[in-house]
């Protein structure tokens, strides 16, 4: 049961978020803007922006505008009146263990959620 509701929680914290940059998706407002608002939606949930700082991506989220079908980074460029956009949420909320761990694997979540605690709070 506790797997399900941490995947609820997961799924309303990544709906909200998309949905929240969808409302932000107007001709007047750049991509760059759409992160920040989502960004900030992301940390209030409690959660981390899981693209930020991965293979040097700068972003929280990658947005795609018309044929550019994903991947697409965040920029000043404002889509225009009936652009397609596409904005890609994804987030870390927590680290479980399945099942039985033995005493290494235990100290490594311990650790690493420490370290995340600190670094990201």
Do not use: W
């Not at 001709?27 to 293979?55: C, F, Q, R, T």
């Not at 018309?66 to 225009?80: A, F, I, T, Y």
């Amino acid at each position: 049961m506790r797997h399900e509701s941490c995947l609820r929680t997961y799924r309303s914290c990544t709906e909200h978020c998309t949905n929240i940059g969808q409302v932000s998706s107007q001709p007047s407002v750049n991509k760059n803007e759409i992160d920040s608002v989502v960004h900030h939606m992301i940390v209030e949930a409690g959660a981390y922006p899981s693209p930020l700082g991965y293979g040097r991506f700068p972003k929280s989220i990658s947005t795609s505008v018309n044929e550019c079908v994903c991947d697409g980074l965040p920029d000043s460029k404002q889509p225009q009146n009936g652009d397609i956009i596409n904005i890609d949420v994804n987030v870390f909320l927590n680290t479980s263990l399945c099942g039985e761990a033995d005493e290494s694997i235990r100290h490594f979540v311990e650790t690493k959620l420490t370290y995340l605690d600190g670094t990201f709070a």
